[in-house]
Protein backbone atom coordinates (compact mmCIF):
# COMPACT_ATOMS: atom_id res chain seq x y z
CA UNK A 1 0.00 0.00 0.00
CA UNK A 2 0.96 3.38 -1.22
CA UNK A 3 0.49 6.48 0.86
CA UNK A 4 1.30 10.02 -0.20
CA UNK A 5 1.96 12.65 2.59
CA UNK A 6 1.87 16.35 0.75
CA UNK A 7 2.84 19.48 3.09
CA UNK A 8 2.10 23.00 1.87
CA UNK A 9 4.02 26.46 2.69
CA UNK A 10 5.38 27.23 5.77
CA UNK A 11 5.56 22.98 7.33
CA UNK A 12 8.82 22.60 6.48
CA UNK A 13 9.03 24.82 9.46
CA UNK A 14 6.98 23.01 11.71
CA UNK A 15 8.57 22.50 15.20
CA UNK A 16 9.80 26.02 14.98
CA UNK A 17 7.43 28.29 13.71
CA UNK A 18 4.38 29.24 16.23
CA UNK A 19 4.78 26.43 18.57
CA UNK A 20 1.46 27.75 20.48
CA UNK A 21 -0.29 26.68 17.51
CA UNK A 22 1.80 24.23 15.94
CA UNK A 23 3.76 22.11 18.46
CA UNK A 24 7.65 21.70 18.15
CA UNK A 25 7.87 18.66 16.96
CA UNK A 26 9.26 18.75 13.31
CA UNK A 27 7.54 17.15 10.74
CA UNK A 28 10.87 14.63 10.08
CA UNK A 29 11.12 13.97 13.60
CA UNK A 30 7.20 12.96 13.51
CA UNK A 31 7.68 11.07 9.99
CA UNK A 32 10.30 8.81 11.15
CA UNK A 33 7.64 8.13 14.26
CA UNK A 34 4.92 7.47 11.33
CA UNK A 35 7.28 5.23 9.21
CA UNK A 36 8.15 2.98 12.23
CA UNK A 37 4.46 2.31 13.23
CA UNK A 38 3.08 1.82 9.71
CA UNK A 39 6.41 0.17 8.71
CA UNK A 40 4.25 -2.06 6.35
CA UNK A 41 3.18 1.08 4.25
CA UNK A 42 4.94 2.96 1.76
CA UNK A 43 4.71 6.07 2.87
CA UNK A 44 6.38 9.22 0.70
CA UNK A 45 6.58 12.94 1.91
CA UNK A 46 6.54 16.07 -0.02
CA UNK A 47 6.60 19.29 1.13
CA UNK A 48 6.77 22.29 -0.94
CA UNK A 49 6.24 26.42 -0.86
CA UNK A 50 5.27 26.38 -4.52
CA UNK A 51 1.66 26.27 -5.21
CA UNK A 52 2.05 24.72 -8.52
CA UNK A 53 4.96 22.33 -7.26
CA UNK A 54 2.36 21.02 -4.71
CA UNK A 55 -0.02 20.69 -8.27
CA UNK A 56 2.36 18.81 -9.70
CA UNK A 57 2.91 16.30 -6.74
CA UNK A 58 -0.79 15.59 -6.57
CA UNK A 59 -1.04 14.72 -10.37
CA UNK A 60 2.07 12.75 -9.90
CA UNK A 61 0.60 10.50 -6.69
CA UNK A 62 -3.00 10.74 -7.73
CA UNK A 63 -3.38 8.12 -9.88
CA UNK A 64 -1.68 4.74 -8.74
CA UNK A 65 -1.42 5.14 -5.11
CA UNK A 66 -4.03 4.15 -2.48
CA UNK A 67 -4.13 7.41 -0.41
CA UNK A 68 -2.79 11.13 0.00
CA UNK A 69 -3.13 12.64 3.13
CA UNK A 70 -2.84 17.07 1.92
CA UNK A 71 -2.19 19.60 4.59
CA UNK A 72 -2.00 22.59 1.92
CA UNK A 73 -1.37 25.08 4.66
CA UNK A 74 -2.63 28.96 3.33
CA UNK A 75 -3.19 27.49 0.00
CA UNK A 76 -6.49 25.28 1.13
CA UNK A 77 -7.94 29.37 1.70
CA UNK A 78 -6.67 30.52 -1.84
CA UNK A 79 -6.16 28.16 -4.31
CA UNK A 80 -8.44 27.02 -6.98
CA UNK A 81 -5.46 25.13 -8.49
CA UNK A 82 -4.70 22.39 -5.81
CA UNK A 83 -8.58 22.43 -5.42
CA UNK A 84 -8.90 21.19 -8.75
CA UNK A 85 -6.06 18.87 -9.13
CA UNK A 86 -7.93 17.14 -5.92
CA UNK A 87 -11.13 16.84 -8.28
CA UNK A 88 -8.93 15.72 -10.97
CA UNK A 89 -7.35 12.76 -9.39
CA UNK A 90 -8.27 9.46 -8.75
CA UNK A 91 -6.72 8.74 -5.10
CA UNK A 92 -8.76 9.68 -2.42
CA UNK A 93 -7.64 12.48 -0.34
CA UNK A 94 -7.42 13.53 3.26
CA UNK A 95 -7.61 17.00 4.26
CA UNK A 96 -5.70 17.51 7.74
CA UNK A 97 -4.81 21.31 9.53
CA UNK A 98 -2.80 20.82 12.56
CA UNK A 99 -4.52 23.88 14.19
CA UNK A 100 -8.34 24.22 14.32
CA UNK A 101 -8.91 26.25 11.36
CA UNK A 102 -12.55 26.83 12.46
CA UNK A 103 -11.29 28.86 15.79
CA UNK A 104 -9.13 30.81 13.85
CA UNK A 105 -9.45 34.02 11.85
CA UNK A 106 -12.48 34.09 9.15
CA UNK A 107 -10.03 33.77 6.17
CA UNK A 108 -8.83 30.37 7.55
CA UNK A 109 -12.54 29.40 7.36
CA UNK A 110 -12.89 28.38 3.94
CA UNK A 111 -11.36 25.87 2.24
CA UNK A 112 -10.92 24.97 -1.41
CA UNK A 113 -10.51 21.13 -0.75
CA UNK A 114 -12.99 20.63 1.37
CA UNK A 115 -15.29 20.19 -1.21
CA UNK A 116 -13.15 17.29 -3.22
CA UNK A 117 -11.89 15.85 -0.54
CA UNK A 118 -13.28 12.56 1.11
CA UNK A 119 -12.59 14.15 5.02
CA UNK A 120 -11.05 16.47 6.36
CA UNK A 121 -8.92 16.65 10.35
CA UNK A 122 -8.73 19.51 12.20
CA UNK A 123 -7.34 20.85 15.42
CA UNK A 124 -6.28 17.08 16.12
CA UNK A 125 -2.43 18.31 16.06
CA UNK A 126 0.13 16.08 14.50
CA UNK A 127 -2.17 13.21 15.42
CA UNK A 128 -4.69 14.12 12.41
CA UNK A 129 -1.84 12.36 9.93
CA UNK A 130 -1.89 9.47 12.02
CA UNK A 131 -5.99 9.21 11.70
CA UNK A 132 -5.36 9.91 7.98
CA UNK A 133 -3.21 6.69 7.78
CA UNK A 134 -4.99 4.73 9.69
CA UNK A 135 -8.85 5.52 7.82
CA UNK A 136 -6.52 5.20 4.71
CA UNK A 137 -5.26 1.78 5.85
CA UNK A 138 -8.32 0.48 6.99
CA UNK A 139 -10.26 0.99 3.69
C1 LIG B 1 -2.68 24.89 8.62
C2 LIG B 1 -3.75 25.98 8.81
C3 LIG B 1 -3.61 27.03 7.73
O1 LIG B 1 -4.58 28.04 7.91
C4 LIG B 1 -2.24 27.68 7.83
O2 LIG B 1 -2.08 28.63 6.80
C5 LIG B 1 -1.14 26.70 7.81
C6 LIG B 1 -1.29 25.47 8.58
C7 LIG B 1 -2.73 23.85 9.76
O3 LIG B 1 -2.16 22.79 9.59
O4 LIG B 1 -3.30 24.13 10.82
O5 LIG B 1 -0.09 26.91 7.23
O6 LIG B 1 -2.94 24.19 7.41
Known sequence: MKIAIINGPNLNLLGKR????????????????????????DIT?????????????LQRVGFDYDGIVLNAGAYTHTSIAIGDAVAA??????????SNVHAREDFRKFSYLSAKVVGSIVGLGLKGYELAIDWLASR
Open 45 to 57: YFQSNVEGELVNE
Open 18 to 41: EPGIYGSTSFEEFLAALKKKYATI
Open 89 to 98: IKTPVIEVHI
